[in-house]
């Protein structure tokens, strides 16, 4: 959920479907546990300021490609 700021989270599926959501203050994301994500900060001079919640099954989601 961002606090402060705007962002793009830019999302991949399993299948390569790829789509970019735009976060801003009040937004709501939440990731497929199989689907890789990245998050950009949409500003080159704003601090984007986000709260994530993660409950991993036994390992983090790092998945290198």
């Not at 705007?6 to 939440?30: C, H, N, Q, R, W």
Request: hydrophobic share 35%; net charge positive; charged share 35%.
């Amino acid at each position: 959920r961002p606090l402060l700021g705007e962002a793009v989270i830019e999302t991949e599926t399993k299948d390569g479907v790829k789509k970019d959501y735009e976060m801003k203050p009040g937004s709501f994301l939440a990731v497929g546990p199989e689907d890789t994500h990245r998050v950009r900060n949409a500003s080159k001079d704003k601090e984007f300021v986000f709260f994530i919640a993660q409950a991993p099954r036994g390992k983090y989601d790092f998945i290198p490609k």
